[in-house]
């Protein structure tokens, strides 16, 4: 097979197996290319442009699979890499994540579990793009973002990140440091609510031996370590206001002076500051300086909250699974189908701090294999309005749209065959009694109060069916394990449960 681009590299050394695979792959439609070893699959990559990604073996003749591995991490760093091997041994598979593989299938797997990760790193779920400074992003919000930063990183401008916590002005701060012309100097950062102000102004502007109690040497403050580079200054709105007057001094002087000397030494710095506050409000309100306010507001630039910027939660999410995966040693643990539906249903208030700590959380509960909603305690958070849903309808109400559950299509879990209730509410409408919780039996009548609505339809359900729970998650189309949570949660919520 002759492929040009977006295709799929294949190297397995075994050709009995390897055939296997082409067939599979074959009959699912996908474009590929075979190998049977690490070296001609590095020749193909060189005279085929367009590889989306690579499923490789282990153990191969001559260059390794890790070996493998490491070559495509340095020649084609974007490239994503899944390694296969049937031997289960978690170092092995520790070293490969760690070593950047983006997956590791165990020997022997079915062929539909080869066509989904074809297709899962393929391109198909998302497109992710990875800057060379390692930002990962896929939605258009922020792909503007970055142009916009990528612009201003060509100057020497004062830049204003704003945004929420946990929406990763830092992390644009160091990209724009990276895309400017100091990026061969230092990128110092420092979170001006994280220290307390009695200390601030030494860590700064730095002191000068004698300057206070405990001063035995002189120490240069932040903006002398970063010069020739970029600093940046977290949180800036938490500044007292003698400390505002005295940054105020300096970005206008370029000039700064050490606690306890009177020579000023004369400052090269690109300062980048972040709040996650309206410094507009605080400037009325007495709180911060108007005239520190105009001159750090140079290039402001928004980052918008996580659950603006949906394209990006998926691709994030699988950025920190890779990432701790390895180190939590659950190599095989992955996302599953219910998981990655209610990512995107999430409000994230934390945004993706927030996202990040609920993988590692889901790492830590989940089965080994599958990682559930419950596993990542989702539940804990308020979803948004509107569930995706897999048998969603069309409301009949121009401002209420309808709401339904997704179908869990998880391993093990019976596909829909017409028998199982369609879980659809678009039937009910606003009434006068909102924020009222239905008990089990009662037609709840807030079309907003899903989790009430969920709760009421599955024990109405297990009512019908006289408790017997097998039977209850077949018509339900939810696991068992699913069920046994919902339940243990509901009781503690005080509900009567069968």
């Known amino acids: 097979m002759l492929v040009k681009s977006d295709y799929f590299l294949l190297i397995e050394d075994d050709a009995s197996l390897r055939e296997a695979f082409e067939v599979t792959l074959s009959l699912a439609g996908l474009s590929f290319l075979s190998a049977p070893t690490a070296e001609k699959g590095l020749d193909i990559l060189e005279k085929e442009p367009g590889c989306k990604a690579v499923l490789s073996d282990i153990r191969l003749p001559g ?30 598979a520790v070293e490969a994540l760690r070593g950047g593989a983006r997956d590791l299938m165990l020997k022997p797997f079915k062929p539909e579990q080869l066509v989904e990760v074809v297709k899962r790193y393929s391109g198909s779920r998302f497109a992710l793009s990875r800057t060379e400074t390692g930002l990962i992003y896929a939605d258009p919000k922020s792909r503007q973002l ?19 916590s946990g929406t990763g002005k830092e992390v644009l701060a160091s990209f724009i440091h990276r895309q400017s012309l100091r990026a061969s100097g230092p990128f110092v950062a420092l979170n001006c609510a994280a220290i307390p102000s009695t200390l601030l102004e030494a860590t700064l502007f730095g002191y000068e031996r004698g300057a206070y109690t405990g001063a035995n040497r002189a120490q240069p403050g932040k903006f002398e370590i970063a010069a020739s580079g ?19 001094r300096i970005l206008q002087e370029r000039k700064v002076e050490r606690v306890g000397s009177n020579e000023s030494k004369s400052l090269d710095v690109r300062v980048i500051a972040a709040t996650n506050q309206d410094l507009g409000k605080r400037t009325a309100a007495g709180m911060f300086r108007e005239d520190l306010y105009y001159r750090i507001n140079v290039f ?28 939590m040693g659950q190599p095989e643990a992955r996302l599953s189908p219910r998981s990655l539906s209610a ?3 999430q409000s994230w208030p934390g945004n993706a ?15 080994g294999r ?12 308020p979803p948004k309005q509107v569930f995706k849903a897999v048998d969603a309808g069309v409301s009949d109400h121009p401002n209420q749209p309808s709401v339904s559950f997704p179908v869990a299509d998880q391993e093990g879990s019976p596909s829909y065959d017409g ?38 339809h599955i024990l109405s359900v297990l009512s019908r069916v006289k408790g017997r729970r097998k039977l209850a998650v077949e018509i339900l189309g939810i696991s068992e394990r699913t069920l046994r949570y919902k339940l243990k949660q509901w009781r503690e919520e005080g509900f009567e449960v069968p």
């Not at 910027?309 to 701790?324: M, Q, S, T, V």
């Not at 701090?353 to 089965?367: F, H, T, V």
């Not at 599958?370 to 958070?381: R, T, V, Y």
């Open 63 to 92: 260059l390794t699979g890790l070996q493998f591995l490491e070559t495509l991490q340095r020649r084609y760093p974007h490239l994503p890499v899944v390694l296969m091997t049937a031997y289960a041994d978690t170092t092995i």
């Open 146 to 164: 970055l142009e916009r930063a990528s612009r201003v990183a060509k100057t020497d401008a004062t830049v204003l990140l704003l945004g929420e």
């Open 230 to 248: 970029t600093i940046f200054l977290d949180e800036i709105g938490e500044l007292a206001l003698d400390l505002q007057a005295k940054l105020l």
């Open 300 to 327: 402001p630039i928004q980052i918008s909250p996580l659950r603006e910027r949906l394209g990006d939660i998926l691709p994030l999410a699988e950025h920190f699974l890779l990432k701790y995966r390895g180190q």
């Open 343 to 345: 990512l995107c249903e």
């Open 353 to 367: 701090r927030e996202l990040e700590n609920a993988i590692q959380r889901g790492l830590l509960l989940c089965n």
């Open 370 to 381: 599958l990682i559930e909603p419950e596993d990542m305690s989702l539940d804990d958070h």
């Open 419 to 456: 028998n199982r209730e369609p879980l659809n509410f678009r039937q009910f409408r606003p009434t006068d009694n909102a924020g009222k919780t239905p008990s089990p039996g009662e037609t709840p009548s807030v079309p907003g109060d899903v989790r009430a609505l969920e709760r009421q």
